[in-house]
Nanobody, 122 residues
Framework: QVQLTESGGGPVQAGNSLTLACTAD????????WGWFRQAPGKEREFVAS????????HYSESLEGRFTISRDAAKNAVYLQMNTLQPEDTAVYYC???????????????WGQGTQVTVSS
């Protein structure tokens, strides 16, 4: 069984930055790609970004590209989401997930973390 664990969430003021991290157990688990999703209260879970483990090919939500950056650290078997110039509308639970096939739909992802809350205040 694969366990994903997110960290780095919390309260932040608008305009500031935050970096989320996601690690996998077992440490040698290497899926095709890792993704970040978010879900705000009363809204559907939405795609934020993804990165392939081999090659580091990235994909972003069009509305977030330029402010958010996804990256990976093979040595730590970790994936990160750097979020800049945060706005109150970025408030959501952020989830890390992995997929063996790729894609932007939550249904294409096999394993999920428990989520980490990001709250942006104005």
């Amino acid at each position: 069984q694969v366990q994903l664990t997110e960290s780095g969430g919390g309260p932040v003021q608008a305009g500031n930055s935050l970096t989320l991290a996601c690690t996998a157990d077992p440490p040698r688990y290497n899926p095709y790609a890792w993704g970040w999703f978010r879900q705000a209260p009363g809204k559907e879970r939405e795609f934020v970004a993804s990165i392939t483990w081999t090659g580091g090919i990235t994909h972003y939500s069009e509305s977030l590209e330029g402010r958010f950056t996804i990256s990976r650290d093979a040595a730590k078997n970790a994936v990160y989401l750097q979020m800049n110039t945060l706005q109150p509308e970025d408030t959501a639970v952020y989830y890390c997930a992995t997929t063996i096939s790729g894609g932007r739909s939550p249904g294409e992802y096999d394993y999920w973390g428990q989520g980490t809350q990001v709250t942006v205040s104005s």
